[in-house]
């Protein structure tokens, strides 16, 4: 079946403005995640949704960045006021309902979104 | 922030030669997991080990954990080409941060044919 996918695979910005990140997730996986990674470093978690609730933000890094799952399938990462800083690679994951069986440890990863702030 | 921390940050081997990854963390787990990563790109999951679990195979992975050092070290034979790529550890610390999966900086291996 088809895997985590994330659009778009690139976005080159300018400082100052507002991207959205899009995730789509593993059909029936009730669990999703946004982690960053930054050149020669591992990812950061970010935040963590279980259905439409974000169950843990606190890897959010501060209020410009948010998310949203509103129908607890696709969920959107939202920047406002990019910084180059920001520049990364954001990779969204999902899996099985977290904290249920073996079956939800395993988190899947989608292709990642290069973010390029300019 | 990072809790685990690879070892070495490197490795280049001769393909057939076994590869040796290492990873150290600082707080309890509930499980330890290893991914690799092609092209600085999507994570690929190979192996999950629980705390309670002392050794793990799949295929041509073995994966030991000793919590009592907080390490973990991941073990590839018989290496291939295929096999270059980064390599990390993540660890779940369960509880309140099930799921919340905290990354080392990784192991950049390098197989040469």
């Known amino acids: 079946g088809a895997g985590v996918s994330q659009t778009p695979s690139n976005k080159v910005t300018e400082k100052g403005k507002y991207v959205e990140l899009r995730c789509d997730p593993i059909?029936?996986?009730?669990?999703l995640y946004w982690y960053r990674q930054s050149l020669g470093q591992g990812p950061e978690f970010l935040i963590y949704?279980?259905?439409?609730?974000?169950?843990?933000d606190s890897g959010l890094p501060n209020d410009r960045f948010f998310a949203v799952r509103p129908e607890g399938s696709v969920s959107t990462l939202k920047i406002q006021r990019t910084e180059r800083g920001d520049s990364a690679v954001y990779l969204c994951?999902?899996?099985?309902?977290?904290?249920?069986?073996?079956?939800?440890?395993?988190?899947?990863f989608g292709p990642g979104t290069r973010l390029t702030v300019l | 922030s990072q809790q685990g921390e690879e070892d070495p940050q490197a490795l280049s081997i001769q393909e057939g030669e076994n590869a040796t990854m290492n990873c150290s963390y600082k707080?309890?787990?509930?499980?330890l997991q290893w991914y690799r990563q092609n092209s600085g790109r999507g994570l690929v999951h190979l192996i999950l080990?629980?705390?309670?679990?002392r050794e793990k195979h799949s295929g041509r992975l073995r994966v030991t954990l000793d919590t009592s050092k907080k390490s973990s070290s991941l073990l590839i034979t018989a290496s291939r080409a295929a096999d270059t790529a980064s390599y990390f550890c993540?660890?779940?610390?369960?509880?309140?941060?099930?799921?919340?999966?905290?990354f080392g900086q990784g192991t950049i291996l390098t197989v040469h044919p």
């Open positions: 994951a999902s899996s099985y309902a977290a904290g249920g069986g073996r079956a939800a440890d395993t988190q899947y």
């Open positions: 059909s029936g996986h009730t669990a």
């Open positions: 949704f279980q259905g439409t609730g974000a169950a843990d």
């Open positions: 993540a660890t779940d610390a369960g509880g309140t941060s099930y799921g919340k999966l905290t």
């Open positions: 707080t309890s787990i509930n499980n």
């Open positions: 080990i629980r705390s309670n679990e």
